[in-house]
Every structure is written in structure tokens, then in C-alpha cells.
């Protein structure tokens, strides 16, 4: 068992520093305010190949894995959580592709990803469909050599800014997850239209969007792995892939969350003396460093684990431990931290206001903390997760 991270990650993971605090830190507060997506980051993320690394080399990447990824994403979620997702929308877009895609579809969205050529959006979610994706009610019906889409998605991530999407659709009668696909549709697809994009409370530097596909016709050959069905099983592999890394996105704002705190304790004052030499402050910050630390290394496992092809139902429960605790200790450490600057830190002339909004998303997407407890707990009960 090796707790060392090796030349590449440590080499990736400094690159992801650097871009964090020369490029990000500076433009963080201007991100959420003008919610406007910050392409000269996602050109410095392209620049420096981070947009590849979960691309196999064959296909463009530098197949580095998934650990690399919530390496990264660690790294600039200290500043900015925005700039977190849009390094994981590198991974989320292009997985059922990279799991289940044929070879010319692997080597058209690998290489458009890690060359940073292509954006794309994960399309699962519905108006009627949230948790419960087994249901979703978008349709794909064959028409000779093509498939017609018909239907709307919600909460995309990065929707506004795609080149393509993955959607996920039913194409036959059969209820639940047997009869959904997955297609790759070209935003510029006639027929596909981003009809509004949300108000959110936080992560504003990337735009959620709804989507309508109404007639909106693609080819057969778009059809990931060019097998009917398969979509679900595509959806639920990415999803459970990806979830340490929306792990990675809370440890790296919960670490920036408290090393502000924690340098603002060291200069005010109060009692004549600074605060952070007052136990109740101590403590806090104590309690904040355990929670990270326990989190970083659910994280790091997690994606370990993927990497090692370990994230199927059998090893689901694992990461979505990891997703579970990392995002609720990114929401429990920024709200302690915004509490140890009192009143300065319930103001926008910090960041930590952002940081406590920005957290508040992550419980939510990719799985609520409520369906990783259904994971969990399934998990226990079918001795998937036994403690001899």
C-alpha cells in the first residue's frame, strides 16, 4: 500500500496549482459575479494538456486517469469551484463515449476533448426527472438511418458553451432503465436548442442550461456503441466514475475555505489577542483539518479505484462514500470558516460567502447525498460492504 502520489500526479498537480493561483485566484470573484464562462481558464486548462487526462493516449489524451483529475481539480477548487467543474466536464461528457463508444466515436470525442477542441454536456437530467433517471421521458425513434429526438433536459452543465452532448433517450416501449440510449448530438444539430439558462445561488462561472430537442435528427451512427439500451448502464458507470472527483471539487474548497479563515485568525484581534490563539477558534479549525483529511483520502481511494476499473455496482458503494462525505465537508467547513470571520465573512469582500454558496451545489449534483445513502445502505444490506 503506497500513500505517494507519483512524478506525473505531483507533476499535474503542481501544474493545476500554478494555473490556480496565477490565473484563477485573480478572476474568481469576477466569475461568479458576471456568471460569464471564463474562456481564457478553460484556454489554460487546454494549454497545459489537463483537459486529456482522463483520455487514454490513443486517442489523444495522456490517459493520466482519474486520480490525476481530482488532483487538478483540487488544486483550482481552492479558489474558484466553477473552474473545478470545468475541468471535470472534461471526464463527464466524454465517459459514456470512453466506456461504451465504438472506435471512431472514442477517437472523435477523445481527441476533441483532450486537444481541447471540442466542449461537450452530459444531458441525463429531466423536467419530471431528476434522481430517478430510470424513468426519463426524452424519446429517440429510428427513422430509416437516422434517430428523431424529442424532449427536454435541465440543469446542464456547461450547456450554453457545448460542442456536442451526450443524450440519453428512450428508444422502445420497455419501461425503465432497459430501454434508454445514448447519442451523440452536435449542438449545431437542427432541431436542438438551448432555451434558458438558470439563476443559481452559486458556481456561477459555469452556466446551467435547459435544452430542448424537438425533431432533432442525428445519425444512427451516433448511437453510442451503435447498440440500442445500453444507455443507463453507460450513464450510471460515468456517474459513479466521476464521483470522486466531485469529491475533489469539495476537499479543494474546503481547503481554501479554512486556509483564508485561518490566516484572517492569525491578524484579528479581539480580547487583545489574535483570535486564533482563543481555543473555541482552535478547535474549530481542528475539527475542519479531520474532516479534510478523512475526505482527501476517500477522494484520492475513490479515484484510485476507478482507475483501476473499479467502479461498477459491486464497487459503487466506495465512491459514493467518497462523493458523500467530501461534499458535505465542503459545506461544513465553509460554513465554519465563514463563521469565524463573523459579519466580514457573510460580506462579497470575501471570498468565503462564495465558497459557502458554491458548496451548497455539490450535496445536489451527480447524485444527491440522499441517493449515496441508498448506495451505501444497499450496499451493507446485500453484503457488498461486510466488516468481518
Not at 489577542?273 to 477558534?281: N, R, S, V, Y
Request: aromatic share 6%.
Amino acid at each position: 500500500m503506497d500513500f505517494q502520489l507519483s512524478e506525473e500526479h505531483r507533476l499535474i498537480q503542481e501544474t493545476a496549482r500554478r494555473i490556480a493561483k496565477e490565473k484563477i485566484a485573480p478572476r474568481a470573484a469576477e466569475m461568479d459575479e458576471t456568471g460569464e464562462y471564463p474562456h481564457d481558464i478553460f484556454a489554460a486548462f487546454k494549454e497545459t494538456g489537463l483537459t486529456g487526462l482522463t483520455i487514454p493516449q490513443q486517442y489523444g489524451g495522456s490517459g493520466a486517469g482519474m486520480l490525476a483529475l481530482a488532483l487538478a481539480v483540487e488544486e483550482v477548487a481552492k479558489y474558484c469551484c466553477a473552474s473545478g467543474l470545468m475541468l471535470l466536464l472534461s471526464a463527464l461528457p466524454s465517459q459514456p463515449v470512453m466506456l461504451g463508444g465504438d472506435e471512431r466515436q472514442k477517437k472523435l470525442i477523445g481527441e476533441g476533448i483532450a486537444s481541447g477542441n471540442m466542449k461537450g454536456a452530459f444531458c441525463l437530467t429531466e423536467p419530471n426527472v431528476g434522481s430517478d433517471a430510470g424513468n426519463l421521458e426524452t424519446r429517440a425513434v429510428r427513422d430509416g438511418d437516422d434517430y428523431i429526438l424529442n424532449g427536454e433536459k435541465m440543469y446542464i452543465s456547461g450547456g450554453t458553451v457545448a460542442d456536442y452532448a451526450i443524450a440519453f433517450a428512450r428508444t422502445n416501449g420497455t419501461p425503465g432503465p432497459k430501454g434508454i440510449s445514448a447519442f451523440i448530438v452536435p449542438t449545431n444539430t437542427p432541431g436542438f436548442k438551448v432555451v434558458g439558462q438558470d439563476r443559481k445561488m452559486g458556481v456561477r462561472g459555469v452556466p446551467t442550461a435547459d435544452i430542448v430537442m424537438q425533431d432533432c435528427r442525428v445519425p444512427r451512427e451516433n448511437l453510442v456503441g451503435g447498440v440500442e439500451g445500453e444507455g443507463f448502464n453507460h450513464a450510471m458507470l460515468t456517474l459513479n466514475s466521476c464521483r470522486p472527483v466531485v469529491g475533489a471539487r469539495g476537499v479543494g474548497l474546503a481547503e481554501g475555505a479554512m486556509t483564508y479563515a485561518l490566516e484572517f485568525a492569525r491578524n484579528r484581534m479581539a480580547f487583545g489577542k489574535p483570535i486564533a490563539e482563543l481555543q473555541a477558534i482552535q478547535f474549530m479549525f481542528a475539527d475542519m483539518a479531520i474532516q479534510i483529511e478523512a475526505a482527501r483520502m476517500l477522494v484520492y481511494q475513490g479515484a484510485w479505484r476507478v482507475d483501476q476499473g473499479l467502479f461498477g455496482r459491486e464497487h459503487a458503494v466506495y465512491l459514493s462514500i467518497a462523493k458523500a462525505h467530501a461534499t458535505e465537508t465542503a459545506v461544513k467547513v465553509s460554513s465554519d470558516a465563514l463563521q469565524i470571520l463573523g459579519a466580514q465573512g457573510y460580506m462579497m469582500d470575501h471570498p468565503l460567502e462564495r465558497h459557502y454558496r458554491d458548496a451548497r451545489q455539490l450535496m445536489i449534483v451527480e447524485g444527491t447525498s440522499q441517493i449515496q445513502r441508498v448506495v451505501i445502505s444497499r450496499a451493507l444490506l446485500d453484503r457488498q460492504l461486510v466488516y468481518p
